[in-house]
């Protein structure tokens, strides 16, 4: 997010694609609804799905699952060509514009409405309210990122609002809800395979830059990998790590995978999860490490599975990272209970037997503060330089002195700081910085540019040249030099170098344009591809995918040979999966709550009256759904209106049933959840995104036959 | 008083009343579509005939009162001014009723006696403390149904016979069975008098009745429109069956001397039965 | 004074922490809904959704009906019963308009055990604060000078609780903003 959640509450207009926050952020709504009613702000919620969220819309736009990027460029088309964008914002913020305009002006309205389903003149309205009511907020989740386009999908948000001028802005913004609690502050560690902690990615620098942060010696680092390619290389994926044991798809690494830890998470969240499940039963050694007894334990049929008691969230402490960046300290309500151990003392004791307690564990003595500290030294990127644990303890013991609507603290220990010190928080006694790339504040009073990162020139590929820096008198107050600045050498290691940045009020990753054109990514300026499983064969001619990436977070990756015309004939059905308010995620904790379990005891698919009185289904009927990668599943049926004739929509939250077979005698008695159905995810299908390799749960296809 | 029961649900029509400023949404759903929608799915048809209902029950007690204080005061005025039937129980006997009908009736008796009196328990609750004790007395009020619903079939069927209607009940009626004079008359009447019928009816078939309604109160499996139409008709009946239950009582024990005795032995005395039931009598003469 | 629960269906959004929050607090058997969520127009345009519970009703029918008189109404306008006195019989809920009386399974023979029903997070008659009134009734918030268990856990602050006259002038206000909006 590069606002707040507060912050909503100054929005005039609400645009929200792929997110249905009224079941998966409940609490947001409030604010949500605040600026709905207080603002008289339009809610306009794109979604193939008519969505809770979408019941307290004022615009509600039903999109073909897949199709967001279509739409948005449609848009972003109708502002230039009625000059509805920023003008002032686009000539001294933004860079590649002239590419942008070019591609855009593919989406015509009548283009969009042949793509999207949604009608032309639907298309231009939405736009005009974009233009009348600044700022607004772009608010998007899962809906926009699981696609095999997810990232031009995002890219095409970010856009939106460059057009509009609604970045750094109170009330604008994008505003990506984040789906767990401390979701962002994993993000921040980069609990990922392809960067080290703080987005420093896995480069040498970056590699000496973490061993100094330790205190280890880099070459003992060296010594641990196979070779030194692979420590530059990314992993696998959360998403494909399978394949790297059943080698389905051919791997790029030197030996298929052995052994896997599941330390927190749903295996049932992985889309083809019976493909999942193969790889359990291959695997030498599966640990699981959850206060629950999770699907992934009891999926494991093969004796090879592990499974280690840890606490809740309630029986330890630590700093956690909210969706909008804010650190908030959690502490310890009650001691932990039976055999369960906290994280840390589960961490602790396999470093120790691993025998690099001396090295790694070099500066944790006193647990968690020592680790909050550690990530304060290391993560200079993100600016988390100002989170020491005192800090962010002073703010969690102090919050009723902070300002609902402005996030600062008026008087008191914290006077003058935003709660929870959203970072970057440059500098230890930075305030954080609630709106990013806000320029009407001074860098050390929580303004900020855009970020320098890719150079101070660019020529495009039509020999246009470019000044990526940001236009002539756009800085914050009080900067020594108004206008564009490159990023200051060796801010990214050195604490000194930011403070020296923050002292000239500068940013210490420079100020620059933001690019609308990214020669980094396959697609420089996002553009629609159908989907890899698309149900309109006649657009995969015109919109194809990718071609096949072969070492693609080491597994090779099918895009062009996975896109068949003629499969939609076979599967005709678009599937999608979500939320459900009742359940959290993959469901284990909450599916063992029994007030909860009760109110959603059973997942189901959404059918729409028509679709089913063509396949002569009725409500609460048992039906096989089927997807093109051998994946079955069977599900009651709920005959709704909430989705359109050509698609279906399955939760995911649910585990407990594995192709019509019960896992339950898998549990220790006593243990099973009280609300069990089949994994949405088993049906969910091939695609995943070209950039990140997110897998693509929202636009897939399907069949049904009646059970 | 309807008014102000409507009083919490005037809040929710508060909590719409807004909609008409804020429904901005080209929403196809009018103010007044989902205000009905609310109701029906809320209060649905409580409006029909629940507000009768609650009428009819709060005015049940005293009506139950009457019957209980009332209907024993009129018999005991009867016992001072008219007084009980005597009759001689030497001479001949007739067996009135076999060993069987005996065993049934006095099961019946039972079940029928631990109904009404747990039932009057559970209708002035209050009385009596409400809690465990008429928790207690609810569950023999169960129990009681089951024995009845198995021994008011039999019942039913030996008697059937001999309880349909006949042209001299009327007169029977008329005369009020002859119990409001002291004289010693013979009064039409067959093996059973027409008195005697309106409460096996009432027992038999009312009491089936009961036990209709009772198992719905008792297991709420229906509609609340229709437990609400079912707990007004089984306390209404009840009344009645109160009422003729205290006749019964008072004529087999008190009213008529050793009346008691015969549902014991089985045997009436032909004095008796010559005047009470003098049809019968005269039938039986005619078959000698 | 009276109190009373005010829920704004334009702020409602149907996320059932009300209920959850109820049952939780009171520590409630299953089936046993003292609050529960209706929606309207459920995947359709006019979808609506309104969170209910005993509204405890200025004249309470059930009060009216029940054999054992064990409802009773505080000065405060909190409408409570007493378990102990109470039978099960169910006529409060026959005369309920807003289905609030609960009945567990509890007794033998599969016979509704003793009402349950919304408190206002009031306890019931049974000493304030002791072991028996939790057991029965759940938490006394009002004692401890707290709102509701289900207005306190909305997220969107759509269920209001307290005095009428109160919560009434919040709710007024919102909607006048509403409607100062759209002029």
């Known amino acids: 997010m590069t606002n707040h959640f507060n912050d909503i509450r100054h929005s005039k207009l609400l645009f929200f694609i792929g997110s249905n926050a009224a079941e998966a952020h409940p609490v947001a709504m409030q604010y949500i609804l605040y600026a709905k009613e207080v603002n008289n702000a339009p809610v306009i919620v794109v979604d193939p799905r008519f969505t809770k969220l979408a019941a307290k819309a004022t615009d509600y736009v039903r999109i073909r699952p897949g199709t967001d990027t279509a739409f948005l460029m449609g848009l972003i088309n109708q502002l230039i060509q009625n000059d509805w964008y920023d003008k002032e914002f686009v000539r001294t913020r933004v860079a590649g514009f002239e590419e942008l305009k070019k591609e855009a002006s593919h989406y015509t309205p009548e283009v969009v409405e042949d793509i999207t389903g949604v009608p032309a003149k639907e298309v231009v309205r939405i736009a005009k309210l974009l233009a009348d009511n600044r700022p607004g907020t772009v608010i998007w989740c899962m809906g926009i990122t699981q696609h095999h386009i997810g990232s031009s999908n995002t890219r095409a948000c970010c856009i939106l609002q460059l057009m509009l001028g609604n970045m750094g802005k109170s009330g604008g913004g994008t505003n990506i809800f984040r789906g767990h609690d401390n979701v962002q502050g994993a993000t921040d560690m980069c609990v990922l395979s392809h960067s080290l902690p703080g987005y420093y990615g896995l480069s040498d620098k970056a590699w000496k830059h973490w061993c100094k942060v330790w205190g280890v010696d880099y070459e003992w680092i060296k010594s641990r990998f196979y070779n030194k390619k692979y420590m530059n290389k990314p992993g696998f994926t959360l998403a494909r790590w399978y394949q790297g044991v059943i080698q389905e798809d051919k791997i790029t690494q030197y030996t298929p995978i052995k052994a896997v830890v599941f330390w927190g998470i749903s295996s049932q969240s992985i889309s083809q999860y019976h493909k999942v499940k193969k790889a359990f039963e291959q695997l030498d050694l599966v640990v699981v490490i959850d206060p629950f007894f999770n699907t992934t334990a009891a999926m494991c049929e093969k004796d090879n599975v592990y499974v280690l008691p840890s606490t809740s969230q309630y029986e330890t402490e630590g700093s956690v990272t909210s969706s909008c960046r804010q650190a908030q300290w959690r502490y310890k309500v009650v001691n932990p209970v039976y055999d369960s151990k906290t994280d840390y003392e589960i961490m602790e004791e396999f470093v120790k037997r691993f025998g690099f307690a001396d090295k790694f564990y070099k500066n944790i003595k006193k647990i968690p503060e020592d680790i909050t500290r550690e990530i304060a030294n290391g993560c200079l990127t993100i600016g988390l330089c100002g989170w020491l644990p005192e800090r962010i303890k002073k703010h969690t013991d102090n919050w009723h002195t902070f300002d609902i609507d402005t996030l600062q603290a008026k008087g008191g220990p914290c006077d003058g700081e935003y709660y929870g010190l959203p970072w970057p928080c440059w500098t230890e006694d930075h305030p954080g910085t609630p709106i990013l790339y806000d320029i009407s504040k001074p860098v050390a009073k929580g303004g900020l540019p855009f970020r320098a990162r890719f150079g101070t020139e660019y020529t495009y590929p039509d020999g246009r040249k470019e000044n990526l820096l940001a236009a002539e008198g756009v800085a914050n107050p009080g900067s020594e030099i108004m206008g564009g600045y490159p990023e200051f050498p060796g801010w990214k290691t050195d604490k000194n170098v930011i403070k020296e940045a923050i002292k000239r009020g500068m940013a210490p990753f420079g100020n620059a344009r933001a690019r609308c054109y990214c020669w980094n990514f396959p697609d420089p300026v996002p553009k629609h591809r159908e989907p890899l499983h698309s149900p309109r064969p006649d657009l995969i001619k015109k919109y194809p995918t990718y071609p096949d990436k072969p070492d693609h977070y080491r597994v090779y990756t099918r895009y062009k040979s996975e896109q068949k015309p003629e499969l939609a004939k076979e599967f005709p059905i678009v599937l999608i999966t979500g939320r459900v308010v009742e359940h959290m995620g993959g469901g284990d904790e909450t599916r063992s709550n029994k007030y909860l379990a009760e109110l959603m005891p059973e997942v189901y698919a959404e059918i729409n009256p028509r679709l089913a009185n063509d396949y002569g289904l009725r409500d609460g009927e048992m039906v096989w759904i089927e997807s093109p990668e051998g994946g079955r599943i069977k599900i009651k049926v709920k005959v709704t209106e909430r989705v359109d004739d050509k698609t279906i929509f399955i939760p995911y939250s649910f585990s407990g049933m594995f192709m019509g077979r019960s896992m339950l005698s898998n549990y220790p008695q006593g243990f099973e959840p009280y609300a069990i159905g089949e994994p949405a995810n088993i049906v969910t299908n091939y695609g995943y995104d070209i950039k990140t390799q997110i897998q693509g749960t929202k636009e897939c296809l399907c069949r049904i036959k009646k059970a | 008083m309807n008014k102000k029961i409507f009083l919490g649900l005037l809040f929710i029509i508060g909590a719409l009343a807004d909609t008409a400023f804020a429904q901005t949404a080209p929403a196809k759903a009018y103010l007044i579509d989902i205000w009905y929608g609310f109701y029906n799915a809320i209060v649905g048809d409580w409006a029909k005939n629940a507000p009768l209902f609650i009428e009819y029950v709060t005015k049940m007690k005293p009506v139950y009162l009457l019957v209980v204080i009332g209907v024993p005061s009129v018999f005991l005025l009867h016992y001072l001014i008219i007084g009980p039937k005597k009759f001689s129980h030497e001479g001949e006997q007739i067996l009135y009723y076999d060993v069987f009908a005996r065993i049934i009736h006095w099961l019946a008796a039972l079940f029928f006696s631990l109904l009404v009196f747990t039932g009057l328990i559970i209708i002035f609750a209050n009385v009596f403390g409400g809690g465990s004790f008429v928790k207690f007395c609810r569950y023999v009020h169960l129990i009681s149904a089951f024995g009845f619903g198995i021994t008011v079939v039999p019942m039913f069927l030996m008697w059937l016979k001999d309880m349909l209607p006949a042209p001299y009940d009327i007169k029977w009626f008329l005369i009020l069975g002859g119990y409001l004079s002291k004289k010693k008359r013979p009064i039409p009447a067959g093996k059973y008098n027409a008195g005697q019928k309106m409460w096996f009816w009432l027992a038999t078939l009312g009491g089936g009745f009961m036990l209709f309604t009772g198992f719905y109160i008792y297991l709420f499996n229906t509609s609340l429109e229709t437990l609400r139409l079912y707990t007004l008709l089984h306390m209404l009946l009840g009344i009645a069956i109160v009422a003729l239950f205290f006749t019964h009582i008072y004529m087999s024990m008190i009213a008529i001397k050793g009346a008691l005795w015969s549902m014991i032995t089985g045997y009436k005395s032909a004095d008796e039965v010559s005047i009470l039931h003098s049809k019968y009598y005269e039938k039986l003469k005619k078959k000698a | ?183």
């Not at chain 3, 009703?57 to 007493?82: F, N, W």
């Open chain 3, 1 to 183: 004074m009276a109190m009373k629960f005010i829920c704004d269906t334009e702020r409602c959004i149907a996320c059932y922490g009300c209920v959850v929050a109820c049952k939780e607090g009171h520590h409630l058997p299953i089936g046993v809904n003292r609050r529960r969520v209706v929606i309207v127009n459920e995947g359709k345009p006019g979808e609506k959704s309104i969170s209910i519970a005993c509204m405890h009703c200025s004249d309470a029918p059930c009060m009216a009906v029940c054999p054992t008189k064990c409802i009773y109404k505080r000065e405060d306008g909190i409408v409570l019963h007493d378990k102990t006195k109470c039978i099960g019989c169910g006529y409060c809920l026959m005369a309920c308009p807003f289905g609030a009386p609960q009945f567990p399974k509890s007794g033998p023979f599969g016979a509704r055990g003793v009402m349950d029903k919304c408190t206002f997070c009031a306890g019931g008659p049974a000493p304030t604060f002791s072991e028996q009134e939790k057991q029965l009734y759940g938490q006394n918030r009002i004692a401890e000078g707290k709102v509701p268990l289900c207005a306190g856990m909305c997220s969107t602050k759509a269920l209001l609780a307290g005095d009428s006259e109160v919560i009434s002038e919040i709710y007024t206000q919102r909607v006048a903003k509403r409607g100062a909006a759209n002029l």
